[in-house]
């Protein structure tokens, strides 16, 4: 069964449903060069500790021929022309980690809404950025079309990722994406203003004292 | 104080609801000890030394009596009869269960409290002034613009996990009681040349491993953008914060590596797409909170009492409380009352069921029914007329409670240290106890005057040790407790960060440093110098000198922490 959450998008039905998933993810081949570490250097914090993809990694990408796929946004910036025909037909979309950069997809992509998915990849559910990135990418960005959560997205962190503008999860396979629905109804009104609901409670509701 | 209209109550039932099906899911196993981490700490639950510690919310150190004597029931029911209230005004429970905390949240809910963002990677309880609304010095009242954003920082989807812990405090005071400086952001409102309400914001300070005054980032910010602004240095915060290091995770870090200048620059950059956002607050908004930290219905009576004042001439115990315990009120005829929890021998903090019980009653008696914490872990009743001052201290000194040493050398603010934190390196309390003991002289207590000792039990400092004038920090060397000492540290507005005297003490050598310190200062002082005055005209050459004299020297080089 799939482990896809989609979220519905008229009032009249539940929160959420359980999908299917229609998009083919792409992943970057496994590197062979050693993790850069670049702790101490403000400039590149986002960077620390993390990984950079290398060129070989890029060219050596496989992606099949047709059908819809999330490319790795390294990729989908160095072989953008290739992809052209694609792109405009509307067959692929484009996957960040967490520590990647708005700026960069923006900048080659300046319509985002040419796109038909964007996902955000969390490594470890614990990194707060994916809730920055989904923000951003529907309030400064206005990408209005399916953004996913990717990676180890958990139903404990659903409510959170609902707000802040994602629209579809794929709950870590291991977990079950039924259970995980019951967790987008935690809270019935939330105090503050967001993507799902910008209005904050005190102009939302003339509240008695 | 703030009362809960329905939407308030429906957040925090909930939460107990969300949090006990959590608990449930990992006593079940569908939750690993890493997933639910997050979760329960966000919660105020740690797993800890003997037993998990609940930390209950008490949001800028407000507290009706009804929830007071639901906390002394919840302690006696649930816990050991007893518990901690801590440097961010908080409660602390040392003795729960991990299984019955979701109970204690019901039980909370029920008295419009919670644990929610007590601990984690988060926005946690903002703090201010223990005497806010009815100091003499208050140029604004902070509590309302406290309550705004404590409801906006509650489950802010953006900022539901960040770097790091994220703890704001506010103030309103020309002199500076909230430590606003020594916070991740710390917010001073004022009144503008054009009469309006203004913040003035500080980021990056803190204490912890590195302790790190707070950079003015805003001079002047209009009370409505106090929310979009936080969003926008919170934002800059959470993507380009550190993660890979916990150590080096907090603001502070960012903003010290960035510089203030740039780290100013992206956040304005960042605040020109969100001033004026929806989450700007209104009018309105500000109006109807305030209308909750509205003036008590204070009774008109006179400035002087002549029954208080042929007390304090005939008791001199209750003379002494007077001047140590009771503060200055803008209100002519009324006072404010601090309840010690600091009497010699203690744990500094610790509160029995008795204790809070009593407190509660007088609070409802004397004190329309409300009352304070302040983040040097006493209880505050803010409002007291002075003919019922007597009467209060009799019923304090019963309940052990009007020991006459706030602001002195016993008034001890201490975290709980090895005795129950897992994090600690050493034990504090029982180095606390020990100081207090060798000064159980009330006369030379007030003979030395204006102190501030504060010990933390490791460098995570909530024992605020950087700015107390006497700091102790717990260190671990080689699997044994030592105990280094700093001098000058102070909050307020002329806060400054205290210098380390030399190598570390045993815990058995203690009493006997800190009396070297206070030595000097005896000796040297002038007659108008506290303490830190004394330190800050002389620096730490003195004291080091006498502290490290021959009959401690021999220990000097064992420890170099």
Same mark, same amino acid.
């Given at each position: 069964?799939?482990?896809?959450?989609?979220?519905?998008?008229?009032?009249?039905?539940?929160?959420?449903?359980?999908?299917?998933?229609?998009?083919?993810?792409?992943?970057?081949?496994?590197?062979?060069?050693?993790?850069?570490?670049?702790?101490?250097?403000?400039?590149?914090?986002?960077?620390?500790?993390?990984?950079?993809?290398?060129?070989?990694?890029?060219?050596?990408?496989?992606?099949?021929?047709?059908?819809?796929?999330?490319?790795?946004?390294?990729?989908?910036?160095?072989?953008?022309?290739?992809? #052209?025909? %694609?792109?405009?037909? @509307?067959?692929?979309?484009?996957?960040?980690? !967490?520590?990647?950069? &708005?700026? =960069?997809?923006?900048?080659?992509?300046?319509?985002?809404?040419?796109?038909?998915?964007?996902?955000?990849?969390?490594?470890?559910?614990?990194?707060?950025?994916?809730?920055?990135?989904?923000? #951003?990418? %529907?309030?400064?960005? @206005?990408?209005?079309?399916?953004?996913?959560? !990717?990676?180890?997205? &958990?139903? =404990?962190?659903?409510?959170?990722?609902?707000?802040?503008?994602?629209?579809?999860?794929?709950?870590?396979?291991?977990?079950?994406?039924?259970?995980?629905?019951?967790?987008?109804?935690?809270?019935?009104?939330?105090?503050?203003?967001?993507?799902?609901?910008?209005?904050?409670?005190?102009?939302?509701?003339?509240?008695?004292? | 104080?703030?009362?809960?209209?329905?939407?308030?109550?429906?957040?925090?039932?909930?939460?107990?609801?969300?949090?006990?099906?959590?608990?449930?899911?990992?006593?079940?196993?569908?939750?690993?000890?890493?997933?639910?981490?997050?979760?329960?700490?966000?919660?105020?639950?740690?797993?800890?030394?003997?037993?998990?510690?609940?930390?209950?919310?008490?949001?800028?150190?407000?507290?009706?009596?009804?929830?007071?004597?639901?906390?002394?029931?919840?302690?006696?029911?649930?816990?050991?009869?007893?518990?901690?209230?801590?440097?961010?005004?908080?409660?602390?429970?040392?003795?729960?269960?991990?299984?019955?905390?979701?109970?204690?949240?019901?039980?909370?809910?029920?008295?419009?409290?919670?644990?929610?963002?007590?601990?984690?990677?988060?926005?946690?309880?903002?703090?201010?002034?223990?005497?806010?609304?009815?100091?003499?010095?208050?140029?604004?009242?902070?509590?309302?613009?406290?309550?705004?954003?404590?409801?906006?920082?509650?489950?802010?989807?953006?900022?539901?996990?960040?770097?790091?812990?994220?703890?704001?405090?506010?103030?309103?005071?020309?002199?500076?009681?909230?430590?606003?400086?020594?916070?991740?952001?710390?917010?001073?409102?004022?009144?503008?040349?054009?009469?309006?309400?203004?913040?003035?914001?500080?980021?990056?300070?803190?204490?912890?491993?590195?302790?790190?005054?707070?950079?003015?980032?805003?001079?002047?910010?209009?009370?409505?953008?106090?929310?979009?602004?936080?969003?926008?240095?919170?934002?800059?915060?959470?993507?380009?914060?550190?993660?890979?290091?916990?150590?080096?995770?907090?603001?502070?870090?960012?903003?010290?590596?960035?510089?203030?200048?740039?780290?100013?620059?992206?956040?304005?950059?960042?605040?020109?797409?969100?001033?004026?956002?929806?989450?700007?607050?209104?009018?309105?908004?500000?109006?109807?909170?305030?209308?909750?930290?509205?003036?008590?219905?204070?009774?008109?009576?006179?400035?002087?009492?002549?029954?208080?004042?042929?007390?304090?001439?005939?008791?001199?115990?209750?003379?002494?409380?007077?001047?140590?315990?009771?503060?200055?009120?803008?209100?002519?005829?009324?006072?404010?009352?601090?309840?010690?929890?600091?009497?010699?021998?203690?744990?500094?903090?610790?509160?029995?069921?008795?204790?809070?019980?009593?407190?509660?009653?007088?609070?409802?008696?004397?004190?329309?029914?409300?009352?304070?914490?302040?983040?040097?872990?006493?209880?505050?009743?803010?409002?007291?007329?002075?003919?019922?001052?007597?009467?209060?201290?009799?019923?304090?000194?019963?309940?052990?409670?009007?020991?006459?040493?706030?602001?002195?050398?016993?008034?001890?603010?201490?975290?709980?240290?090895?005795?129950?934190?897992?994090?600690?390196?050493?034990?504090?309390?029982?180095?606390?106890?020990?100081?207090?003991?060798?000064?159980?002289?009330?006369?030379?207590?007030?003979?030395?005057?204006?102190?501030?000792?504060?010990?933390?039990?490791?460098?995570?400092?909530?024992?605020?040790?950087?700015?107390?004038?006497?700091?102790?920090?717990?260190?671990?060397?080689?699997?044994?407790?030592?105990?280094?000492?700093?001098?000058?540290?102070?909050?307020?507005?002329?806060?400054?960060?205290?210098?380390?005297?030399?190598?570390?003490?045993?815990?058995?050598?203690?009493?006997?440093?800190?009396?070297?310190?206070?030595?000097?200062?005896?000796?040297?002082?002038?007659?108008?110098?506290?303490?830190?005055?004394?330190?800050?005209?002389?620096?730490?050459?003195?004291?080091?000198?006498?502290?490290?004299?021959?009959?401690?020297?021999?220990?000097?080089?064992?420890?170099?922490?």
């Amino acid at each position: 069964m799939s482990n896809l959450i989609q979220l519905n998008t008229t009032s009249s039905e539940p929160i959420a449903k359980i999908a299917e998933n229609n998009w083919l993810t792409i992943q970057l081949p496994a590197s062979t060069v050693e993790a850069r570490k670049q702790a101490g250097k403000v400039v590149l914090f986002k960077l620390t500790g993390e990984e950079t993809v290398t060129d070989t990694q890029i060219a050596d990408t496989v992606i099949p021929a047709t059908g819809k796929m999330i490319v790795p946004l390294s990729v989908f910036i160095a072989r953008k022309e290739a992809l #052209l025909s %694609r792109i405009t037909s @509307g067959e692929i979309g484009v996957w960040l980690d !967490t520590h990647e950069l &708005l700026s =960069d997809l923006v900048k080659n992509q300046p319509d985002l809404n040419v796109l038909p998915i964007i996902a955000v990849h969390v490594e470890r559910f614990a990194d707060g950025r994916i809730f920055s990135l989904g923000t #951003l990418l %529907r309030t400064r960005y @206005g990408y209005k079309n399916e953004l996913r959560a !990717t990676g180890d997205v &958990l139903r =404990d962190q659903l409510f959170f990722l609902k707000r802040s503008g994602f629209s579809s999860f794929l709950i870590r396979a291991d977990r079950s994406a039924q259970d995980a629905l019951a967790s987008l109804g935690d809270f019935t009104v939330p105090y503050q203003g967001a993507v799902d609901e910008p209005r904050p409670v005190f102009t939302r509701y003339n509240r008695a004292v | 104080m703030y009362k809960y209209d329905e939407i308030d109550q429906q957040i925090v039932d909930e939460r107990v609801k969300q949090y006990s099906d959590q608990t449930r899911r990992y006593l079940a196993g569908e939750l690993s000890d890493e997933e639910f981490r997050p979760l329960r700490l966000q919660n105020g639950l740690y797993i800890q030394r003997h037993a998990p510690m609940l930390r209950i919310a008490v949001p800028y150190g407000m507290l009706s009596s009804k929830q007071l004597h639901k906390l002394a029931d919840i302690t006696k029911k649930y816990d050991k009869d007893y518990g901690h209230f801590s440097t961010r005004q908080n409660l602390q429970l040392n003795w729960p269960k991990l299984e019955e905390v979701p109970v204690i949240l019901a039980e909370l809910a029920t008295v419009e409290m919670h644990a929610i963002q007590t601990s984690g990677n988060c926005i946690r309880n903002i703090t201010t002034d223990q005497f806010a609304g009815i100091a003499p010095d208050e140029v604004i009242d902070p509590r309302a613009m406290a309550e705004i954003m404590r409801q906006w920082s509650t489950f802010h989807p953006e900022f539901a996990l960040l770097p790091r812990k994220f703890k704001i405090a506010v103030s309103g005071t020309k002199q500076d009681r909230a430590i606003v400086q020594a916070h991740d952001i710390g917010m001073e409102f004022y009144t503008d040349t054009a009469g309006k309400l203004a913040i003035k914001v500080w980021v990056g300070g803190g204490l912890g491993r590195t302790p790190i005054l707070g950079s003015v980032i805003r001079e002047h910010l209009e009370w409505q953008h106090a929310l979009t602004y936080c969003e926008a240095i919170i934002r800059v915060y959470n993507l380009h914060g550190r993660r890979d290091n916990a150590y080096k995770a907090r603001i502070k870090i960012l903003v010290k590596a960035l510089g203030i200048e740039e780290f100013k620059n992206q956040v304005e950059a960042e605040w020109a797409h969100l001033k004026d956002a929806p989450n700007t607050i209104t009018e309105a908004e500000l109006l109807r909170v305030g209308k909750h930290f509205e003036t008590m219905p204070y009774e008109n009576v006179a400035a002087n009492d002549a029954g208080f004042d042929a007390a304090i001439a005939s008791n001199p115990a209750f003379a002494a409380w007077v001047k140590r315990c009771v503060h200055a009120h803008k209100q002519a005829g009324y006072r404010a009352v601090t309840l010690s929890l600091k009497p010699h021998g203690k744990a500094p903090g610790d509160a029995t069921s008795a204790q809070m019980h009593t407190v509660a009653d007088l609070a409802m008696q004397y004190s329309f029914g409300e009352l304070r914490v302040s983040h040097e872990q006493n209880l505050i009743l803010a409002d007291v007329k002075i003919s019922d001052l007597f009467a209060v201290w009799e019923k304090a000194r019963a309940a052990g409670l009007a020991t006459p040493n706030i602001g002195l050398l016993t008034d001890i603010i201490c975290c709980p240290g090895g005795d129950f934190c897992s994090l600690a390196n050493a034990k504090s309390i029982p180095i606390a106890e020990a100081i207090q003991m060798q000064f159980d002289n009330l006369d030379y207590l007030h003979d030395i005057g204006d102190i501030e000792l504060n010990i933390s039990g490791c460098m995570n400092a909530c024992g605020h040790h950087h700015v107390g004038h006497i700091g102790i920090l717990g260190v671990d060397k080689d699997g044994s407790e030592w105990y280094q000492v700093t001098i000058g540290g102070k909050q307020g507005n002329d806060a400054s960060i205290g210098a380390v005297i030399g190598p570390s003490f045993s815990a058995d050598e203690m009493p006997g440093v800190v009396q070297k310190l206070i030595d000097v200062y005896v000796k040297e002082r002038t007659a108008e110098e506290r303490f830190i005055d004394t330190v800050r005209r002389l620096g730490v050459a003195p004291f080091k000198a006498h502290v490290y004299n021959k009959d401690l020297s021999t220990k000097t080089d064992e420890v170099l922490a």
